[in-house]
């Protein structure tokens, strides 16, 4: 194996002491930080995943607002709760758990999210600020990816950067993200359908699979050199794998995130970001 590691532990490790900072920052002032969840149903994922947003929230200092409602639970409901979260004060940052249970709207509920405290950074405001170039918070695995390359000095400026997946959550932001001014990359949107994918991929200099394939790309989907960003999680018999063959890309990328350990724990990262900003941004207005 030749290709140096990307760990997205190591980054995130950075990132959460960062927030931790500034959380404290705000408590020097009075001001607490808070991020609040809401799920709906006893989806095994998501229970991982939530409890992990809220050890997180908590080392770093936040108030953590964990709301479970039961599979049954109505529209109405779900959206009485988002609403009052917007209301409440000590809550800075607010994340709707998706999926939803059958028959409910998780499209309606994510736009009911105040864009103030949009921790995901997927409401269609931010998301229009994104593609505006303006200031706001960003969609979380994206901005991780983009810390992640940041943190190892990988220049992405005039680079061709291929993302291979379409989806709003990851493949359509992070391709706005890369060809941003300022950044500079050549961003090629492709996805499962593409005409000759695996040719588009051969060029890459920076490849990012985001399909939920297991293991689709392997040693000859690959340009020799490239960097590879796996943001795939798909559970097999042999465990979690991502997007990409890791064994036979790392002996011919330049660097290559780990599944497990890479972008994953990036996405919690930014979510405490994105919440400790929003308060910043509340203080400044408050004055």
């Given amino acids: ?88 004060d000590q809550v800075d940052g607010m994340i709707v758990q998706l999926p939803l ?9 994510m736009e009911l999210i105040d864009p103030a405290k949009d921790a995901d950074g997927l409401h269609p405001h931010n998301l229009g600020l994104l593609l505006l170039d303006r200031p706001g918070p960003r969609p979380a695995t994206p901005t991780g990816i983009m810390r992640i390359l940041e943190h190892y000095d990988i220049d992405v400026a005039g680079k061709l950067a291929v993302v291979v997946g379409r989806s709003f959550l990851v493949g359509r932001p992070l391709a706005m993200m890369l060809s941003a001014k300022g950044v500079d990359a050549t961003a090629v949107q492709a996805h499962s359908r593409t005409q000759d994918l695996i040719e588009h991929t051969r060029r890459a200099d920076i490849l990012v699979a985001a399909v939920g394939r297991p293991q689709m790309f392997d040693a000859d989907a690959i340009k020799p050199g490239a960097v590879v960003i796996d943001v795939g999680i798909n559970r097999t018999d042999d465990g979690l794998v991502g997007d990409v063959d890791f064994e036979s890309a790392a002996e011919v990328a330049q660097a290559i995130t780990p599944v497990p350990g890479g972008v994953g724990p990036m996405t919690i990262a930014s979510l405490l970001a994105n919440t400790v900003a929003a308060a910043e941004r509340k203080a400044e207005t408050a004055g």
């Fill in 1 to 88: 194996m030749s290709a140096q590691i990307l760990s997205g532990t190591e980054v995130a490790r950075t990132v959460r002491a960062e927030v931790a900072e500034r959380v404290a920052a705000l408590a020097e002032r009075g001001i607490s930080v808070g991020l609040a969840t809401i799920m709906a149903g006893n989806d095994p994922g998501s229970e991982i995943y939530v409890r992990g947003k809220h050890r997180a929230a908590e080392a770093a200092g936040m108030l953590s607002f964990d709301v479970h409602l039961p599979e049954s639970v109505s529209q109405e409901t779900v959206e009485a709760t988002i609403v009052a979260l917007n209301a409440d």
């Fill in 101 to 109: 249970p059958d028959g409910l709207d998780g499209n309606r509920a």
